[in-house]
């Protein structure tokens, strides 16, 4: 070697790479915690319940879709039918995982840098309800998943790239089968598309193809339910006259901070009020002021959480 050469060795990590390490570490860090706490209790009801609908799987279930029961058969197979509670929660384990990076994805995606990724992945993979998601096998450890992925789709479509449109409908597909909830998500990021300058990234043939695509996934759920007499409606009106609490706007908002951590609510409003902030305008002569390139997404979330409220979620 000449004298003052420098050691080989592996190159260092740099560029758009390197933003990724703090947000992996993080996820995996919520792995590990996981994987060391996993089998500490065993079975939760829910788990059980899930694991008998998977042995009889269907197109629908008069309390869900279908995709919760495949997972759950999914799990049991790997937990060797019930020998490992921890190998069984697996595949939440890594659903949790996912959803931390998927939302650093999601920073990145607005525009943010290694630190809005890594605080992004910080939040989501310690927000308690999170938590408690990625230790259990249900359709809720897919749910943050499958919405975090169509956003994104969306803000590839939005972008320039209009076959993400048909990966948003897959996305959008997978989620109705996963829970009938993913509807309050297409039909708001839908209204806020409409409302905003960026209804124009519509008008393309892959967003056809997107709704052909979430069409036929959900088709068999939705003929299983029509055959059936819509039990799922059913259900819905009897947990609402007898099961649900009804609560107000301020004792929900109170839930969700306490299941989401206030920091990260904070954040997250933060977060809302420069996606629907208006730009000032570009410069001398400039009249109005410019419109975010994801206004939309703001709008829509809003919506969302409007319409989850007026129906007394």
């Given amino acids: 070697m000449l004298r003052g050469a420098p050691a080989a060795g592996p190159a260092p990590i740099r560029g758009p790479a390197r933003a990724w390490i703090a947000p992996a570490a ?50 049991w197979a790997l937990s060797g039918e019930g020998a490992s509670v ?9 659903l949790g995982a996912a959803s931390a990076l998927l939302s650093a994805g999601l920073a990145r995606r607005l ?34 998943v499958l919405w975090s992925a169509t956003v994104l789709a969306v803000l ?9 449109w048909l ?5 959008v597909g997978a989620g109705l089968l996963t829970k009938y909830s993913m509807a309050f998500l297409a039909l708001g990021l839908l209204a806020g598309l409409l409302a905003t300058r960026a209804r124009v990234t519509l008008r393309t043939p892959w967003v056809a193809a997107g709704v052909a695509g979430a069409a036929l996934l959900v088709l068999p759920n939705l003929a299983w339910q029509a055959a059936h ?21 301020g004792q929900l908002a109170g839930a969700v901070a306490v299941e989401q951590n206030p920091v990260g609510v904070l954040v997250a409003l933060g977060g809302l009020a420069f996606l629907l902030a208006r730009r000032r305008p570009a410069g001398p002569g400039t009249e109005g002021r410019s419109e975010p390139p994801a206004r939309w997404l ?12 007026t129906m007394g979620a």
């Fill in 298 to 309: 703001g709008l829509g979330l809003v919506l969302v959480l409007v319409a989850l409220v």
């Fill in 229 to 249: 007499g819509l039990p799922f409606l059913e259900l819905l009106r009897n947990g609402q006259a007898h099961k649900n609490a009804a609560l107000g706007l």
């Fill in 111 to 144: 525009g943010g840098g290694a630190f809005a990724m890594a605080l992004a992945a910080l939040l989501v993979a310690t927000a308690p309800g999170e938590v408690a998601q990625a230790h259990l096998v249900t359709m809720n450890a897919v749910e943050p």
């Fill in 86 to 94: 921890l190998a069984f929660r697996l595949p939440s384990i890594a």
């Fill in 156 to 164: 590839a479509a939005t972008a320039g790239r209009p076959r993400a």
């Fill in 26 to 75: 993080i996820a995996g860090a919520g792995v590990l915690l996981h994987l060391a706490a996993g089998d500490r209790y065993g079975f939760f009801r829910d788990e059980l319940y899930f694991v008998v609908c998977g042995k009889h799987l269907a197109w629908g279930y008069v309390d869900q879709p279908p995709l919760g029961p495949v997972l759950a058969r999914l799990a």
């Fill in 167 to 171: 990966a948003a409908g897959l996305a």
